[in-house]
């Protein structure tokens, strides 16, 4: 038997100003975000909502340290609910203060604490590509392991996820394609799941079509064209979750979070790096089989080429997009790459 669920209430919202007041924000909120976006978008309306910014806590992507820290930080405020706004480590780290008890958040990813829901969850994407805004997973990289991890817990089920357009137009051209990349990369992962059903197909599918069709526009039209795309590259990012939330994802992922952590860098990035050879060689293995050829019609037909010519296609629609850098450019040995 194989279970279906979208959990989170998706709400479209056109700006924080709604979002506060649709949702009484105030003095019992938790507000997980940068602070940059607190003071552009939130802080006007929050009316004496806690606040911590992810920046105080983290150089870069979220780590067991940075949640820990923030779990210390925050051990005195009296909160019922958390709001978390911003890109895929913001809303990975958010979810889990819904908690009772995080840290030390390694013991509690191993099972060592138990994890007690004792918050509401709202969860609000400042990017178009995690997903994490309607999953139940966080992705964290354990410094131990020198990896990330992705860890799936029933209790950090979001209860709403607001969707805000007008949260997209200051994010710079490559931030947007990097993050969008990223879901159509989990469309296609999702899809070619095993654990992949019907119901996750539709919602993979739809990420997919939503995402080519936007880079199309985008390779015709010039960057500008995105701003008439916001709506749909947030509704394709939240299509991504939910497929992999119900299918889980495969290759690119497992070797993309080693590395990341070796070149530190956002997980879009090895993760674009290694995508399309990851096909060619599901191809090689499999030739004219299965889901993938299902995948190569479709792309055949929205790029208007033959489809023995769809991964010549889809490099260049990609390459002028996402301009795609030799895995060497991200200091990664050889040596390193055979421990990968």
């Known amino acids: ?38 003071n552009d978008y939130i802080k006007l309306f929050s009316k004496g909502a806690k606040t911590v910014f992810l920046e105080d806590f983290s150089n870069g992507e979220a780590t067991n340290k940075t949640v820990d820290a923030i779990a210390g930080y925050i051990k005195k405020i009296n909160y ?55 999953t139940s997973i966080s992705t964290i990289e354990i410094t131990k392991l020198n990896t990330k991890k992705r860890f799936t817990l029933p209790e950090l089920h979001v209860d709403y996820t607001v969707l805000i357009p007008t949260l997209l137009e200051n994010l710079p051209f490559e931030m947007f394609t990097i993050s969008s990349i990223n879901a159509f990369m989990n469309c296609v992962e999702s899809y070619l799941s095993p654990n992949a059903t019907s119901f996750s197909k539709i919602f993979s599918m739809k990420g997919i079509r939503t995402i080519i069709k936007g880079y199309i526009k985008i390779a015709q039209e010039g960057s500008t064209a995105r701003f008439s795309m916001l709506n749909e590259f947030l509704d394709a990012s939240a299509y991504a979750g939910i497929a992999f939330e119900n299918a889980g994802c495969g290759a690119v992922s497992a070797l993309s979070y080693p590395l990341e952590s ?79």
Not at 107 to 133: D, H, Q, W, Y
Not at 316 to 332: A, D, G, Q
């Open 80 to 134: 019922n609910r958390v709001i978390a706004v911003g890109d895929g480590s913001v809303l990975d780290v958010g979810k889990l203060f819904c908690l009772e008890t995080v840290a030390p958040v390694y013991e509690l990813f191993c099972g060592n604490i138990p994890a007690k829901r004792t918050k509401e969850l709202i969860m609000v994407p400042t990017t178009c590509g995690t997903g994490s805004e309607v």
């Open 262 to 340: 070796i070149c530190r860098t956002p997980c879009q990035e090895p993760h674009y790096t290694i995508f399309l050879g990851v096909l060619e060689k599901y191809k090689q293995l499999k030739p004219r089989v299965g889901e993938l050829e299902v995948l190569e019609c479709t792309w055949a037909k929205l790029l208007g080429c033959e489809k023995d010519h769809v991964y010549l296609e889809l490099a260049k629609l990609f390459n002028y997009v996402v301009p795609k850098e030799p895995i060497r450019e991200y200091c990664v040995t050889g040596n390193q790459l055979k421990e990968v």
């Open 1 to 38: 038997m194989k279970k279906n669920s979208v959990v989170p209430e998706i709400i479209r919202m056109t700006g924080c100003q709604e979002l506060c007041s649709y949702f009484s924000v105030g003095e019992k909120d938790l507000i997980i975000t940068s602070r940059h976006i607190f």
